[in-house]
């Protein structure tokens, strides 16, 4: 099937300045039929939240396709934003699109999206930027059984809050589908992720004290961590997706990123919706999303949510 377009219009917004989430989310948001039931995605955003939306891939959630039908074409595309002046100043904006085409066994998908938002503090602080982010995603995947498929899916992200210039990620791997009715999914993925970062200077270096008995005296540039890093990590990921209604769907998936270069490494991600049909083209969906990192860089924090409400609305 088609789908031409779709706007998200947030309502409620709960996400730290910088936060990230996944294309799990927003997929899952836009996700209102069982043929578009495409589980889809890691590092990878997502909801339209805080002007956010995040693919799931870069080592995040890449959830294979499910087997359904032997022939497919869909192209969503999403957009939202939000604006204040006066006391509050901020402008934050979202885009998403994606496109998938199933050939009997062959299928490939394409998924990009791109957020940015400024705000101030109060009326007489100056206007930063709170948002920046572009990400990137390919994934091929090939049916070789009823219930397994192997999938190689690329991503990469350009994240200033993440102070990352590029992160690069290659994803090969298997999919089992325990459950296979369209409307009520379970399926589980085992692979192989490797990372490539290319940090922004501003997060490799830090000012430090010359004299660390002088709080206020002299500082020298450092740097603390390396401006191009690689990793290795074994990727395991769960998804559960039930449409309980003809007017209601539930959709959720965990993703584990073990390194396999340190033991004490891992990343940890999830993302939840719970989407509506109010009108054949009006919805209305809430999503959370998760994402854990125990040994970010310096200055950036481990966890990172995103909650949001989205008035959706599909053209075609």
Known sequence: MLSTGALLLPLVLTAPPGATVSAGAVQAALDLGPEEALPEGSSAQDAASSGTTDLDTQGKFADAAERQAANATELEIAAGALASTGNARFLQTTGTGHFRIRRGRHQFATAGAANFGRA?????????????????MVRYDFFFATRWSAFLMTTGRNDRFQGLDLRANVDPGVAFYALTDPKHRLWFELGYD??????????????????????????MRVQVVDEIATNHAARLFAGYSNQLSDLVSFHTGAEYLQSLLDGKRIRVNWASALTANLANRLGLATTFTMRFENQPLPGVRKLDTITAILLTVKFM
């Open 194 to 219: 490797f990372q490539y970062d290319n940090r922004r200077t501003d997060s490799i270096f830090s000012d430090v004290p010359v004299n660390p008995d002088e709080p206020d005296g002299a500082t």
């Open 120 to 136: 101030a503090a109060d009326v007489d602080s100056p206007v930063e930027t709170t948002i920046s982010n572009v990400q990137g």
